[in-house]
């Protein structure tokens, strides 16, 4: 374990659904960051987050919404996707943007 | 943007021998680099960083060397082994966030 668990690992969810993916870090971090990771690209940053405030989006769909409850947690609502965002979503934290470390991802596949 | 870049998709080597993955960046003001291994199903996993007032670091099995003169970055495993079969990624801190690389595939025959 990384100190940084999301759940769930798996998700197939259709374009109508609602979804949320969920990140929680045990680290002490002041920051935590969502990712996604698409086949033979590279990582993209979508949001990030330095003690709960909302401080980068990264021109991310309004189909993707975040939320920062508290510095331990934070979550990734979904809602009418597209087959496109098919791809790993990944959780890291950060303390000061040094120590970054990674959850094991959500495989979301959209149908 | 600025981008991170890698030279090689993949790199087959033999166990036992020494790997070295390359990585180019373009960002002159970047600080702090991080070079990452994902095994199939898990998340990055940090393996070393190295500040941009280094040019070499030094960890188990690895070392990381930074050249600034050129913007490039290189991972060597030593003995490699099966076990280090994964992508890697190298990373750079530009502007408080992280940007990552595509990814090289590593493959260690026995």
């Known amino acids: 374990e990384t100190g940084v668990t999301q759940t769930p690992r798996h998700l197939v969810m259709g374009m109508t659904n609602k979804k949320s993916l969920k990140c929680e870090q045990h680290l002490g971090h002041n920051a935590m960051y969502w990712y996604k990771q698409s086949a033979k690209k590279p990582l993209e940053l979508m949001f990030v987050?330095?003690?709960?405030?909302?401080?980068e989006n990264n021109s991310v769909p309004s189909r993707f919404s975040p939320e920062c409850p508290n510095s331990s947690h934070l979550f990734l609502h979904l809602h009418t996707l597209q087959p496109e965002d098919s791809a790993l979503y990944l959780c890291a934290s950060s303390q000061n943007d040094y120590g970054y470390t990674f959850g094991s991802g959500t495989r979301l596949t959209v149908v | 943007g600025e981008s991170v870049g890698l030279h090689l998709p993949t790199l087959s080597v033999q166990e036992g021998d020494n790997s070295i993955i390359n990585c180019a960046y373009s960002n002159s003001a970047s600080d702090y680099f991080i070079w990452y291994k994902q095994e199939s199903g898990k998340g990055p996993q940090f393996i070393i960083d190295?500040?941009?007032?280094?040019d070499k670091r030094q960890g188990q099995r690895v070392t990381v060397l930074l050249n600034k003169t050129v913007k490039h970055l290189s991972l060597q495993i030593a003995a490699t082994q099966p076990g280090d079969s994964a992508v890697y990624f190298c990373?750079?801190?530009?502007?408080?966030?992280?940007?990552f690389g595509k990814g090289t595939m590593l493959l260690v025959s026995p």
């Open positions: 990373a750079e801190m530009g502007y408080s966030t992280l940007t």
């Open positions: 987050y330095n003690f709960k405030e909302q401080t």
């Open positions: 190295i500040r941009s007032n280094m």
